[in-house]
């Protein structure tokens, strides 16, 4: 069972890699499914609330397995960081309502949260401890 659980990382994993390399079109989706959401029913594009509702669905999915995982997973700790991640990043994305701004801070977010899961799945499929290591190398 853990092992389909870490799988579907993987999926998160490619998600993270898309929202690193399109970052403004990612959030140029989210604004205009909001300003799409705002207008009167007969007048909204069908597609754009299809994206808008599959982008939701999978960032609820998103979160849903960090919860599960910062629960259940012996690695607790990352998924943990990963989900602080997420909380920063919705906040600083409330401070300016700037599109480079936001493609910027979705940027790094995704290069962050990249890197973490990497380690996340790497390490329950081989098993290697990178913590001891660094106090090692710090202590020496």
Not at 14 to 32: A, G, Q, R, S, T
Not at 39 to 67: H, T
């Amino acid at each position: 069972m853990t092992h389909i659980f870490y799988l579907l990382g993987i999926s998160f994993l490619l998600y993270e890699l898309i929202c690193m390399k399109n970052p403004l079109k990612i959030n140029l989706l989210v604004l205009n499914s909001i300003e799409d959401i705002k207008k009167p029913e007969q007048d909204r594009d069908d597609d754009l609330k299809l994206k808008g509702a599959i982008l939701v669905i999978i960032n609820s999915l998103y979160f849903i397995w960090i919860i599960i995982g910062a629960l259940a997973s012996s690695q607790s700790l990352l998924f943990i960081m990963v989900f602080i991640i997420m909380g920063v990043v919705s906040m600083l994305k409330k401070i300016s309502s700037d599109v480079m701004y936001r493609a910027m801070i979705k940027t790094i977010d995704s290069f962050v949260s990249f890197v973490i899961l990497c380690y996340l799945i790497a390490n329950h499929f081989q098993h290697f401890d990178i913590i001891p290591s660094l106090t090692q190398l710090i202590n020496n």
